[in-house]
């Protein structure tokens, strides 16, 4: 795909305060010859300056544009100055080109567009709606962050953390920008894009984690930062081998791994950061570390699940491979008319048998869709119910699935009533060629915020009627996830060194479950109603299931308790080696470990009194 965004290298010659509202202060002039008024000592006292925030352009503690060039020449170059990605749409900014911006309003919608700018994200609200492809809208660069460091060896991470530390500028991470809770965007930051850090080695037969004296048997991966799902997938299947992955196919290995990730793998073997044998990091210190179950134990254990851009940037990692074995693949969808008083009881007991199949080896994506068009027709005929992909490993007949749902869907036919039952089964030779047909499309381009919780067996099966009424509140918006990403695999794993920093919750987990809410852009009114309204719909599951938690990568950026929601028990050890690791607060984010000392006021990082 062919990218609309400009951005510019260093040395040319870039305004000092380039963030401050460049659309608006410089229409129309060559890059490099707009300067940009120092603030006045007031505002620097009241903004920036002090040494409780962090350093802002136009603040005394900002470098000077020669101190970035010097920053661009020990990166051979690979300083950013990014562009806003919209600004090709927008007539009154020197990037404006009206023959370009249809495309771009095209390609917005693409995650492939995202994942391949230095600076967006795939879902607008994280970069403040500040440069939408629309020329009716604002455009600066306020939303972004000032610099990228566009790196490919893990020198050129070293070297961007230390800068940051150095001068006291916010620091932040991107790998893909597939990130539901923002935490790759911000203001006013020096941004490390881990991107093109690419390469895949495969390891046939076994791994020797490095300063071990030991030899895991089994195959292997190793695999450089920017690489993605859909690359991982690809490359393992030409050995017939798997790895245990998200669905998006620009997820990317980074923050998904340190966020513990979920997979429809996971029911079988475990979640992906139980897969992981060794790491190499660049922690905020500037020190590159390898992580194993040999040394540097205690980040080899929080890097695996602890959460994204907090410990240390990963440069590679290195992950077991499974055989990519037969599926079984079921499509399937049940409904009613959306007036059924008895349509969510339906639902609410097929849930309750998610244990049931994820035990007897199902896993999948089941969705609840309350009061919708019904997707078989066009009628327009609202109806509520359940629609989904389910598979099973290592077999070609679809009688092995079919025998365990059958009589699901029979007792809800026989108890409920008018219900419309469609299914499909489809054969696929292995796990790699179900994946090119079934990934998520992963929609971007638009506003969004979620809220989760994982479900354990109690929550799901002990009080019917408390289910049913909650699944019925979580789905108040029109639609819910209900995953089958959890159980035996999960369970009963047994990560390399003991245990990984994933939330213990989901060691008895079954259903990771997500409501999302879109809302219209730069509508502060509709922002605050959307983010209420995920709170709203988890406070129910939260009712339900008090004591489990939510999944960090798919989850509230608002959520109350974060750090007991997110981490269990495991968020004390996680904080006392955060402050070990990052004593002075380089990698800061939201919501992520150690974060307490420090707080976003508009677009500002200041400490907290």
């Known amino acids: 795909m062919t990218s609309h965004v400009k951005w510019h290298t260093l040395p040319h010659v870039i305004p000092r305060d380039t963030n401050l509202h460049l659309s608006l202060a410089c229409p129309k002039v060559p890059i490099g010859s707009c300067r940009y008024p120092r603030l006045s000592a007031q505002v620097r006292g009241t903004r920036a300056a002090a040494p409780s ?29 990014p562009t806003p990605p919209g600004a090709v749409c927008h007539p009154g900014h020197d990037s404006y080109n ?30 403040n709606d500040t440069c939408l492809p629309d020329p009716r809208a604002p455009c600066s660069s306020v939303g972004y962050p000032v610099y990228v460091v566009n790196a490919t060896t893990p020198q050129h991470v070293k070297t961007g953390i230390n800068f940051a530390r150095a001068h006291n500028i916010r620091l932040i991470v991107k790998n893909s920008g597939h990130d539901y809770v923002g935490r790759s965007s911000a203001s006013n930051a020096l941004s490390i894009w881990v991107h093109h ?58 923050g998904f791994i340190t966020g513990a990730g ?42 695996r699940g602890g959460g994204g851009s907090t410990f240390g940037v990963m440069t590679s990692v290195t992950l077991k491979t499974i055989p990519s074995l037969e599926v079984m693949s079921l499509d399937f969808q049940f409904s009613t008319a959306a007036d059924n008083p008895l349509a969510f009881n339906a639902i609410a007991y097929f849930v309750s048998q998610f244990p049931y199949l994820a035990d007897s080896g199902v896993s999948g994506y089941p969705i609840i869709f309350k009061s919708s068009p019904d997707p078989t027709t066009a009628s327009g005929r609202l109806v509520s119910g359940m629609i989904g992909k389910l598979v099973m490993l290592d077999t070609r007949n679809a009688s092995d699935v079919l025998t365990r749902l059958d009589p699901l869907f029979a007792h809800v036919n026989s108890t409920f009533g008018e219900f419309i039952f469609t299914s499909n089964a489809t054969y696929y030779h292995s796990f790699g060629a179900w994946y090119e047909e079934n990934f998520d499309p992963s929609p ?50 047994q990560p390399r060194g003991g245990s990984t920093a994933a939330n213990p919750a989901w060691r008895r987990t079954y259903v990771h479950a997500t409501a999302s809410v879109a809302f219209a852009p730069l509508n502060a009114t509709a922002k605050t109603a959307a983010i209420a309204a995920t709170d709203r719909f988890a406070a129910a599951l939260r009712e339900l299931s008090p004591n489990t938690g939510a999944y960090v990568n798919e989850a509230n950026r608002y959520e109350p308790d974060w750090q007991a929601t997110f981490w269990g028990d495991n968020y004390p050890r996680l904080l006392q080696i955060k402050r070990t690791v990052d004593p002075d607060d380089v990698l800061w984010c939201m919501p992520c470990v150690g974060n307490e000392r420090w707080e976003e006021v508009d677009d500002l990082l200041c400490r907290v009194d």
């Open 53 to 81: 925030c962090k350093a802002v352009p136009g603040s005394d503690a900002w470098p000077s544009l020669e101190i970035w060039s010097q920053l661009n020449q020990s990166l051979d170059g690979r300083l950013l100055h």
């Open 98 to 127: 009206a023959a370009e911006c249809p495309s771009l309003q095209t390609s917005w919608f693409s995650e492939f567009f995202h994942t391949n700018d230095p600076v967006s994200a795939e879902w607008n609200n994280w970069n």
């Open 197 to 254: 850090m690419r390469g895949i080695q495969f390891h046939e037969s076994s791994f020797s984690p490095q300063g071990c004296n030991l030899t895991i048997a089994g195959a292997a991966i190793t695999a450089a930062a920017g690489t993605q799902m859909l690359e991982a997938y690809r490359a393992t299947a030409l050995h017939n081998q798997t790895v245990v992955g998200g669905n998006g196919r620009t997820v990317a290995l980074g």
């Open 262 to 303: 979920h997979s429809i793998l996971s029911p079988h073997y475990g979640m992906a950061a139980d897969q992981v044998l060794e790491m190499e990091i660049v922690t905020p210190t500037g020190n590159i570390l390898t992580l194993n179950e040999c040394q540097n134990t205690d980040l080899f254990w929080a890097m």
């Open 444 to 493: 971007a381009g638009y506003e969004s915020v979620m809220g989760s919780r994982l479900l354990d067996q109690q929550a799901l099966t002990a009080n019917i009627t408390a289910t049913k009424i909650a699944l019925e509140k979580f789905a108040a918006g029109g639609q819910a996830t209900v995953y089958i990403v959890s159980g035996k695999g999960v369970h009963n794993a």
